[in-house]
């Protein structure tokens, strides 16, 4: 077994959520002047290192409970491909979590000495990391508010950790979430294929309990709504800029989106969805960073 696979493992697209989530907290306080720099990069280590632990062990929980064979792989659903192929070695990932999941809350520590409010965000994090993919999953409709819930807080806690003006914490809240809930977004889109498979190892996420394609794609126009009604108000309520606006270009795409998940019917055929998918909410938050610029 190379190397390059456990790299490859470690490195997955999608931290690019977790990494944009966290750069939104540390720009915002930039533009607010109350920036402190060293801790912004240590809260975006420290989350990068938090999101590899959370996908890895919940990878090993996939692999290791069978729910991985009943998949089919796509470049964004069905599990880990190397596990499947067997070349990453099980025991190794979750090893790996593990040491990325020590190091994170040690980072975490060591930030939440210098500030205190950060401890409702950590130990939500420990308990998302942790219990996310073996425990959480199984709760109905829980997966998709808890992934918006976690890269929300994602913004905020690097946003406090890097000094951040508190009296400006309610209105980027609002930015923040709407942010997180890209993620929850991408939790819907990428669910559809593995609904079966989910059903049959006790996943109850949103797309396992609505049952058919056309509620997924409701629900999943309902998050980004909420997102667009989140990011209007923080503009409204002033503070934010008004290039946050920006984030209705995505429109055009959600919708596209939101069609493909209603009339999906195979995975390879899917996989254009999904990447759709991907890009327009990689889009939205990024579009939420450049606001702040």
């Avoid at 540390?26 to 959370?54: E, N, R």
């Amino acid at each position: 077994m190379s190397i390059k696979h456990y790299i490859i493992e470690v490195f997955e697209p999608t931290l690019f959520f977790g990494f944009i989530a966290a750069l939104l907290g540390v720009v915002a306080s930039w533009h607010y002047g109350t920036l402190k720099l060293s801790d912004g990069i240590l809260a975006v280590v420290g989350i990068m290192l938090a999101q590899i632990a959370v996908n890895l062990i919940d990878d090993y929980v996939d692999f290791s409970s069978g729910l991985d064979n009943d998949t089919k792989k796509t470049k964004f659903s069905g599990g880990s491909v190397l596990l499947g192929k067997g070349k990453a070695e099980p025991v190794y990932v979750l090893g790996i979590g593990i040491s990325a999941f020590v190091a994170a809350a040690l980072i975490g520590v060591y930030l939440l000495i210098g500030n205190l409010a950060l401890l409702p965000i950590f130990i939500i994090g420990i308990i998302a990391v942790l219990f996310y993919a073996k425990y959480l999953t199984r709760i109905p409709y829980f997966s998709e508010p808890l992934m918006a819930l976690s890269f929300g807080l994602v913004a905020i806690g690097s946003f406090i950790a890097s000094g951040g003006s508190i009296s400006m914490l309610w209105v980027f809240g609002l930015v923040a979430f709407a942010s997180g809930i890209q993620v929850g977004e991408a939790g819907t889109a990428n669910s559809v294929p593995d609904r079966k498979a989910d059903m049959k190892h006790g996943r109850r996420n949103a797309v396992v309990m609505l049952k058919s394609n056309r509620n997924a794609a409701l629900f999943y126009i309902l998050l980004y709504s909420l997102a667009l009604i989140l990011v209007s108000a923080a503009v409204a309520f002033g503070g934010i800029p008004y290039y946050a606006l920006g984030v209705f270009l995505t429109l055009p795409v959600m919708a596209a989106v939101a069609c493909g998940i209603s009339r999906y019917k195979k995975p390879e055929k899917y996989e254009r969805v999904m990447a759709l998918a991907t890009m327009a909410e990689f889009a939205f938050m990024l579009i939420l960073v450049l606001a702040f610029l």
